[in-house]
Antibody
Framework: QVQLQESGPGLVKPSETLSLTCSVS????????WGWIRQPAGKGLEWIGR??????DFSPSLKSRVTMSVDTSKNQFSLKLSSVTAADTAVYYC???????????????WGQGMLVTVSS | EIVLTQSPGTLSLSPGQRATLSCRAS???????LAWYQHKPGQAPRLLIY???NRASGLPDRFSGSGSGTDFSLTISRLEPEDFAVYYC???????????FGQGTKLEIK
């Protein structure tokens, strides 16, 4: 059974960098596509970006502030979002894109989500 | 960038009734990249439908997806108490690679 678990500070000050880590069990971060999605309170889901063996893709609206990396030795991947504001307050989910041989594009496993609040 | 618009925003129905949720794309999309999720409070979203009409593993057959081009729908034939949740449609575009979600439809008990 694949499991994902987010970790990191739940409170970040404005203008600082939000840092989250996703620990994966039951699957390998050295293969497949791994990403981040967030949900501000009362709003819908927003894709942040993804990382995979040959690259990284980001949402155009966040691209200038996002960094992602993978630590295959720890089977983890991480997200950094710089220069945060109150608008970045959200529940952050780490996700796996469902691996398949037919180019379906969707998410089969999600972490439980972690609330990150941006406040001084 | 493609925008997905879901309607209605809230749908109030009773158990046993039929629910039809709509997802409209701002331009024609490849139905292969259209998916639906169910999201309950405090839980991770759950993949229901992929490729517009394919049920995810273990999904009851009361759930079905359909549509093409710009108009897609998720139908729940006979609502069970556990079906009341928020539902999102999602699309993937290859160029550039980006996922977008609709704003969601809240399915509530009447």
């Amino acid at each position: 059974q694949v499991q994902l678990q987010e970790s990191g500070p739940g409170l970040v000050k404005p203008s600082e960098t939000l840092s989250l880590t996703c620990s994966v069990s039951g699957a390998s971060t050295s293969i497949d596509y791994w990403g981040w999605i967030r949900q501000p309170a009362g709003k819908g889901l927003e894709w942040i970006g993804r990382t995979y063996a040959s690259g990284i893709d980001f949402s155009p609206s966040l691209k200038s502030r996002v960094t992602m990396s993978v630590d295959t030795s720890k089977n983890q991947f991480s997200l950094k979002l710089s220069s945060v504001t109150a608008a970045d307050t959200a529940v952050y989910y780490c996700v796996r894109e469902r691996p398949n041989g037919n180019d379906w594009r969707d998410f089969d496993y999600w972490g439980q989500g972690m609330l990150v609040t941006v406040s001084s | 960038e493609i925008v997905l618009t879901q309607s209605p925003g809230t749908l109030s129905l009773s158990p046993g009734q039929r629910a039809t949720l709509s997802c409209r794309a701002s331009q024609s999309v490849n139905s292969k990249y259209l998916a639906w999720y169910q999201h309950k409070p405090g839980q991770a979203p759950r993949l229901l439908i992929y490729g517009a009409s394919n049920r995810a593993s273990g999904l009851p057959d009361r759930f079905s997806g359909s549509g093409s081009g710009t108009d897609f729908s998720l139908t729940i034939s006979r609502l069970e108490p556990e079906d009341f949740a928020v539902y999102y449609c999602q699309h993937f575009d290859h160029t550039p690679p980006i996922y977008t979600f609709g704003q969601g439809t809240k399915l509530e008990i009447k």
